[in-house]
């Protein structure tokens, strides 16, 4: 059993700034008013916890997680972000875990345990195996007992129901829209309603931005470059777009291509700013005769945005010059560039003093690179990147215990952390701890096989501490092939989805299995040709038109070079599911639909369906050169994309074909 806390999420986001110690920008009014609301509101939970562990029992074992906490010190930002996710800004990255129950150590620690660790140790304490697939594993140092862990290649083979539509069912709901964008354009679906469309485009927009940072946050950052680049291009005004494709190409050692858009994004800045104050001089001149405590609630929306426009932060852009700087080798520029930046919200600081601290690493200036990490921590404790940083200095100046004791603290903090595991293996080797070295050594290239210094590394112990020239020489290999697979990768030569199918491996086929014919007589069913635009359909109503079948069309949409005998279609039938009026008329007819709208047909109403079945390396470029006729862009994905979820689109149709028994499907290849 799941229990879903959320309302702990809800007070953090609207109370947290409130609480003490009392933030500068926080007035003592509101302080007073609201600085007991977190602490109440946790005591609040605890008493629900309390009473569901009083209800479970003694022998009911309970996890407690978050994946993420709130900054309730000098860290948590002034201001947040204009974007959806921007109250993400008052996250801690860290959450908790906390168990009870009759195999569990009791006031024990974990250590290094992850979120991706819940559902494996679920498993094990279920005596159920775990997927070697899964990135997460089970947190045995909690247990008091050994348990038994079984292992499986997956739980995605294993049949039986997860509550999930098979793989050939699940669309992407950005793809999906796409696709459906494609009919719309093609003529063969009603435009959607323009709040509605407005509100769609919004939603599609923050899922392909949160797909982007998704591979940022995995390092597939060459993934999330043409994302970005889409996003920007439609979205010229959203800076955020052109920050974190900045930095994708930054993580590239792309810095020509990262300046280049760094100075694109501030001409484009520049420009926004411009019209913003053009636009704001004339609001205020509108509100001049208006009180401020009068103002609307759209008339204050309005200026706030507005006034956001007009401004540029000197010290982003500061940040963001020091960190090309820094990219590009030039360290003592990034450092006076990123000084300009000190001026920065407190929130921001940590990520400004680990830069220049790298950039005094660089300058082997060991000392002052010190003092900035220092600074990190004192401002983030709980910061592993600053913690690895002092192990690099303390390393660069023989002081190995202490870099071992910053290695070690960073691992406590994320033990999936390789370059953490490397450095404290790096630590143990020069203090003669070479057993312990290797082990430490070997674990950071289990959790990244693809890091050529450490292979390095573990080849020349093996070399000159064991003898093993074997073990050397297969690393010296694997440390050669990782440096080249990096080439590539930041080079584009890898393909991460080499798997994909072209799209001559796709074709259209409904499946009815053995259904029943219809025992309705035909005058009294709807009579309906469907399939893909550009499967036959036009040419099946020409052909049934011209046999002197009546036939249910308008002429709206006139014949053209694409379809010089016509289309054969009825304005209406694009409205199926909003407007169904027009069904009854429909009778003993025949009426063009395209298969995307068949599961918004009315029930109770009988219906034979002649459905096109056409190949879809061919039904996409027709849909290609109808496009081009039309003078229309039609959907962004790539053809292989759009046939892919054409086809389950066309899956999806097909269950709703066969659950409904008034439903008789005749497919026509």
């Known amino acids: 059993m799941a229990v879903y806390y959320d309302a702990i999420d809800h007070f953090g986001h609207g109370f947290m700034r409130y609480h003490p110690p009392r933030s500068p920008w926080i007035s003592e009014e509101d302080f007073d008013l609201y600085k007991d609301v977190i602490e109440s509101a946790y005591r609040f939970h605890n008493m629900m916890l309390g009473t569901y562990m009083n209800l479970a029992g003694e022998d009911t074992t309970i996890i407690i997680c978050s994946d993420h906490g709130f900054h309730p010190d000098r860290l948590r930002p002034q201001h947040i972000p204009n974007e959806p996710a921007g109250p993400a800004e008052e996250h801690r990255p860290f959450g908790i875990v906390a168990m009870k129950g009759p195999n569990i150590k009791q006031d024990g620690v974990i250590f290094g345990a992850h979120l991706l660790d819940i559902t494996p140790t679920i498993l094990s304490l279920y005596g159920l195996p775990v997927g070697r697939d899964m990135d997460g ?94 996003l920007w291009e439609e979205y010229p005004e959203e800076s955020r777009f052109a920050i974190q494709l900045f930095q994708c190409h930054l993580a590239l050692d792309e810095t020509e291509s990262a300046e280049k858009i760094m100075e694109k994004a501030l001409g484009d800045k520049r420009e926004v700013m411009e019209q913003a104050r053009e636009e704001l001089n004339q609001l205020v001149e509108e509100l001049k005769d ?42 003592e520029e990034a450092i006076r560039e990123l000084d300009k930046a000190k001026k920065a919200q407190t929130h921001n600081l940590p990520s400004l003093y680990l830069k220049m601290g790298y950039a005094y690493l660089g300058l082997k200036k060991w000392f002052d690179a010190a ?22 200095t303390h390393l660069k100046e023989h002081r190995e215990d202490k870099a071992l004791d910053e290695a070690m603290a960073a691992l406590s903090l994320i033990y999936h952390n390789p370059q953490a595991h490397f450095l404290c293996g790096l630590a143990l080797y020069r203090c003669e701890q070479i057993t312990d070295a290797v082990k430490a050594i070997e674990t950071a290239i289990s959790q990244n096989p693809i890091f050529p ?38 080079a584009g030569k890898i393909d991460l989805n080499q798997n994909a199918g072209s799209i001559s491996d796709w074709v259209i086929e409904i499946n009815t299995g053995n259904k029943p014919k219809l025992d309705a007589p035909m005058e009294d069913t709807v009579i309906i040709v469907s399939g893909l635009p550009r499967s036959g359909t036009s040419m099946m109503m ?20 694409s379809n010089p005998k016509g289309y054969y279609e009825y304005e209406k039938s694009k409205q199926v599911g909003s407007d169904n009026s027009w069904i009854p008329d429909a009778k003993g007819k025949f009426v063009k639909i395209v298969a995307q709208l068949l599961p918004k047909l009315p029930s109770g109403q009988p219906y034979r369906i002649i459905f096109m079945q056409r190949p879809l390396s061919e039904v996409i470029p027709s849909q290609d050169k109808l496009l081009e006729r039309l003078g229309k862009k039609g959907s962004k994905l790539t053809p292989e994309k759009l046939a892919e979820t054409y086809q389950k689109q066309l899956k999806q149709v097909e269950q709703v074909l066969n659950y409904y028994q008034d439903i008789e499907v005749l497919p026509i290849n």
């Open 453 to 490: 210094n450490a292979h390095r590394y573990l080849a020349g112990i093996y070399y000159k501490e064991f003898q093993d020239g074997e073990k050397a020489a297969k690393h010296r290999n694997l440390a050669r092939e990782a440096q080249q697979r990096i080439k590539d990768f930041k």
């Open 542 to 561: 020409q052909m049934l038109a011209a046999a002197g079948i009546s036939v249910m069309t308008d002429g709206v949409r006139e014949a053209d070079e």
């Open 371 to 392: 003092c900035y990490f220092m600074q990190v921590l004192e401002l983030d404790p709980a910061n592993p990147d600053a913690h690895l940083g002092l192990c690099k």
């Open 137 to 230: 594993k089970p947190l045995v140092s909690a247990w008091k007992d050994e348990v038994a862990i079984d292992y499986i290649d997956s739980w995605e083979q294993q049949e039986g129901d997860a509550g999930m539509h098979p793989p050939n069912l699940r669309v992407d709901s950005v793809d999906s829209q796409a696709a459906l964008e494609q009919l719309v354009e093609l003529g063969y679906i009603e435009e959607l309603d323009e709040n509605v469309e407005v509100q769609v485009a919004n939603t599609i927009r923050e899922l392909r931005y949160n797909l982007a940072r998704s591979y940022i946050g995995a390092n597939r950052h060459r993934e999330a470059i043409p994302i970005l680049n889409e």
């Open 290 to 331: 208006k009180k401020s405590e009068d103002y609307t609630e759209q008339e204050i929306h309005k200026l706030r945005k507005l006034r956001m426009k007009a401004t540029l932060n000197p010290d982003a852009v500061s940040f963001f010059r020091g960190s090309l700087l820094f990219a590009q080798g030039n360290y």
